[in-house]
């Protein structure tokens, strides 16, 4: 085989071996958004009002009570995919929390402070 040959199969097995990690990671980051929307299910939470929840984050970790969970305003009433989360406790601030307890999957939510709780809005389309 001549050497611009041999170049040339390499490439092209090089390029194969690119588009096949390529593909497979691909899948794998819609596997993972797949399973990340199936924990934003209003049947997940609703069982566990009144538990109390460990929140994680990068500053720490704090027990909230999962309060309530209940439709939104403009969205469709008892939507499995649209419903908001109230909890009582304190967190220091908005952003993404991990909720995590026994038998419930640890779950990231991005939480704000409303009417001085801590809530966060699911709206999955």
Known sequence: MSAPRRRTVIAGAAALAATGATTTA?????????????LLRRSRFTPHVGSTFTSTSAAGRWSVVLESVADLEQGVAGGEKQF?????????????????????????LFVVAA?????????CL
């Open 115 to 123: 009417r001085g709780r801590p809530q966060a809005v699911v709206n």
């Open 26 to 38: 691909t899948a794998s980051s819609a596997q993972a958004a797949a399973q990340q929307a199936d």
């Open 84 to 108: 908001a989360v109230s909890f009582t406790g304190t967190l220091p601030g908005d952003g993404v929390y991990t909720f995590a307890r026994k038998g419930f999957a640890a779950t990231p």
